[in-house]
């Protein structure tokens, strides 16, 4: 038998979990356009992405319920997700922005020092004169 203790602890767990899954929505869908992933593309990644939390949303429902659900397990999820859209989702959204704004300014910054400390310094040589000679030979047969 469940206690009314272990049922409030349910509640909020599952709560959480439909929250997480906003999350998880609204992150999917910044990356898709943030990438520009075409249409057909980006309803695979999305099938592929949703079949993975659908996966991992059943484990942990049934660990945590120890695998007995029941309606307001659903119930519960739904409103979390209500929850997120209604209170949480424009802060979270702008929140997203400014970090991708500012990480993608810092990486352009720090990209030369990781492409020196990971690579020696003759592979990216011998790369820029691999592209110089397949360059000029593009350039010859075109002309």
């Known amino acids: 038998m469940i206690t009314f203790q272990n049922q409030i602890v349910y509640i909020v767990y599952f709560l959480l979990?439909?929250?997480f899954l906003g999350i998880n929505n609204d992150f999917l869908q910044h990356c898709l356009k943030q990438w520009?992933?075409?249409t057909i593309p980006g309803y695979i990644i999305q099938s592929i992405y949703w079949l993975g939390l659908v996966y991992v949303s059943c484990l942990y429902i049934f660990k945590i319920s120890e695998g007995l659900i029941s309606i307001y397990t659903f119930v519960f999820f739904f409103i979390g997700v209500?929850?997120?859209n209604i209170f949480?989702?424009?802060a979270f959204?702008?929140?997203l922005n400014f970090i991708n704004k500012h990480t993608s300014k810092t990486y352009k910054q720090i990209k030369p020092w990781i492409i020196f400390a990971l690579y020696p310094k003759e592979?990216?040589?011998f790369i820029k004169k691999a592209i110089t000679i397949r360059k000029t030979k593009i350039k010859k047969t075109d002309t």
């Open 88 to 90: 949480l989702q424009k």
């Open 123 to 125: 592979v990216i040589i």
């Open 82 to 84: 209500l929850i997120y």
């Open 36 to 38: 520009r992933v075409k």
């Open 93 to 95: 959204l702008i929140n």
């Open 17 to 19: 979990l439909g929250m």
